[in-house]
């Protein structure tokens, strides 16, 4: 009677170790029993053991030193957390209980939590885009040609949705975005009557989705309301749209002129590191999600 007493006092003093001799803890599983027989095991070989603190009775599922109550931060790439799903009221299953559900409405995959009475779908907010470009390489447009603006230098991109070289922005998901474009000519005699519009345009589908337009009128072409003399001047404006698209729409910005009988390159800077450069900043595309 006295033997097995001893030897429950033993075990609940012991460290038990169940492929490993070299328990570090209350509870040591090493899956794969590749630990030293001695010392600290290496943190690729702690990833695939099982823990329980024999301080806190914290697990440590590839963890050595777990800080929760489960803590599944190892130096694995698998940590990821598996979750099923449960035909439970959230007052059984209690407030704080976590599910994984595709059947319920919303209808579709998605993890839930309980308050103790409803489940609530989880909501992660996703990056909106917020997309703010530049010209500084140059490029002409030519008279009476709708002309893609490509080669922009970027400012900001915090969805990835943009492509500089192509000129296309890509709608990360559903939804409501705003395009404000900014432009300007370099100085060439305008005639009179002429226009710029600026388009935006979904290439996969050769179709303007919105277009603004500015018209203008007596220029500087040598009539006798300007004294007789031709004038260089520039032409430039500024275009707001508001566009709901549908995941995976590509938008690009054109530009159409009829200003003159010729191509007319965009003002650009020749030293866009100087912010003072009288010829930076005029060209600008500004896209925000909302």
Request: charged share 15%; with cysteine.
């Amino acid at each position: 009677m006295i033997l097995p007493l001893c030897f429950i006092i033993n075990l609940f003093n012991a460290q038990v170790g169940i492929g490993t001799n070299n328990p570090l803890g209350a509870l040591h599983i090493d899956g794969a029993k590749d630990n030293p027989v001695s010392g600290v095991p290496t943190a690729a070989q702690i990833s695939n053991d099982v823990i329980i603190n024999k301080a806190t009775g914290f697990i440590g599922a590839g963890v050595l030193s777990p800080q929760v109550q489960l803590d599944m931060r190892s130096a694995a790439n698998e940590n990821a957390l598996g979750l099923g799903t449960t035909s439970m009221s959230a007052a059984a299953a209690g407030a704080g209980a976590t599910r994984y559900d595709v059947n319920n409405v919303p209808v579709g995959a998605k993890i839930e939590v309980s308050d103790g009475a409803v489940w609530n779908k989880a909501y992660i907010a996703p990056q909106k885009a917020v997309v703010v470009v530049r010209k500084i390489t140059s490029q002409s447009v030519p008279t009476a040609a709708a002309t893609t603006i490509t080669n922009w230098s970027e400012v900001r991109d915090m969805s990835n949705s943009f492509d500089y070289t192509s000129g296309e922005f890509t709608a990360p998901r559903n939804g409501t975005y705003t395009f404000l474009l900014t432009f300007n000519f370099s100085g060439t005699v305008i005639a009179d009557g002429s226009r710029v519009e600026s388009q935006f345009y979904n290439p996969a589908t050769s179709t303007v989705l919105a277009s603004v337009y500015k018209t203008f009128g007596q220029s500087m072409t040598g009539t006798a309301d300007d004294a007789n003399s031709t004038r260089s001047t520039q032409a430039g404006g500024s275009s707001t749209v508001t566009l709901t698209l549908t995941a995976g729409t590509r938008i690009s910005v054109r530009l159409y002129q009829n200003l003159s009988t010729g191509a007319i390159p965009l003002r650009v800077t020749t030293n866009p590191s100087d912010p003072a450069n009288p010829d930076d900043g005029f060209n600008n595309l500004t896209i925000i999600e909302h």
